[in-house]
């Protein structure tokens, strides 16, 4: 099974790059090929300009990086995201990942009456590893449930990423070391 990280913070010395870095190692021990999209790092600009509009419909972008990102997206049958939540959601660039790489007639197409989306992709598992200042029930009970309500019931369903979960380590402001500790320990056990 071959996994693609797409791992969304700016700064490489941030707890989301400790928890890259777990899943990474937990990844090579298991010699499971992978591959990581640096949405940051690749100064990836999730904004769909004109020139990627006039292009969408044929399938095409005038971004270079996401010809390969779907061409990596085709040879996975696992996705881990990570990303923190900041106001309450994603940050931008996932939301612009999606935007602009999934793309009708090369990720996605209509059925004949154009009233419903069939994925051209199959992701058998998808993880989506978040941090937060919000607990998950306050996320999930106060503001929405922006990942299992709007991303896996949304995009990542329309697309075809199977089998969606969940991990998030809540409080990130105010947890101990033990605590991001213990919460890296628990990253590592769940990669199979």
Same mark, same amino acid.
């Given at each position: 099974?071959?996994? $693609?990280i797409?791992?969304? /913070?700016p700064? /490489? !010395?941030?707890y989301?790059?400790?928890? &890259?870095?777990?899943?990474?190692? @937990?990844?090579?021990?298991?010699?499971?090929e992978?591959?990581?999209?640096?949405l940051? @790092?690749?100064? +990836?600009?999730?904004?769909?300009?004109?020139?990627?509009?006039?292009?969408?419909?044929?399938?095409?972008?005038? =971004?270079?990086?996401? =010809?390969?990102?779907?061409?990596?997206?085709k040879?996975t049958?696992e996705v881990? +995201?990570? +990303?923190? #939540?900041w106001?309450?959601?994603?940050?931008?660039?996932i @939301?612009g *990942? *999606?935007?602009k790489v999934?793309?009708?007639?090369?990720?996605?197409?209509y059925?004949?009456?154009q $009233?419903?989306?069939i994925? &051209?992709?199959?992701i058998?598992?998808? %993880?989506? #590893?978040? %941090?937060?200042?919000? $607990?998950d029930?306050?996320?999930?009970? =106060? +503001? !929405?449930?922006p990942?299992?309500?709007?991303? *896996? @019931? !949304?995009?990542?369903?329309? #697309?075809?990423m199977h /089998?969606?979960?969940?991990?998030n380590?809540?409080?990130?402001?105010?947890?101990?070391?033990?605590?991001?500790?213990? *919460?890296?320990?628990? #990253?590592?056990?769940?990669?199979?």
């Amino acid at each position: 099974m071959k996994t $693609t990280i797409i791992f969304a /913070h700016p700064w /490489h !010395g941030s707890y989301n790059k400790a928890i &890259l870095d777990q899943v990474t190692d @937990k990844l090579e021990q298991l010699n499971k090929e992978y591959s990581v999209i640096d949405l940051y @790092k690749e100064e +990836f600009n999730p904004t769909l300009v004109e020139a990627d509009l006039k292009l969408y419909s044929q399938g095409l972008s005038s =971004d270079p990086l996401v =010809d390969r990102y779907i061409n990596q997206l085709k040879e996975t049958n696992e996705v881990i +995201f990570i +990303f923190p #939540i900041w106001w309450y959601e994603a940050p931008a660039i996932i @939301k612009g *990942f *999606f935007d602009k790489v999934m793309l009708v007639g090369r990720m996605i197409k209509y059925n004949d009456e154009q $009233t419903q989306l069939i994925p &051209l992709i199959k992701i058998d598992r998808t %993880t989506v #590893i978040t %941090t937060s200042e919000l $607990t998950d029930d306050e996320m999930r009970n =106060d +503001f !929405g449930n922006p990942i299992e309500h709007v991303l *896996f @019931k !949304g995009p990542m369903n329309d #697309i075809g990423m199977h /089998h969606p979960k969940w991990l998030n380590r809540g409080r990130i402001n105010l947890i101990s070391q033990e605590e991001r500790t213990k *919460f890296l320990e628990t #990253i590592y056990d769940y990669i199979d």
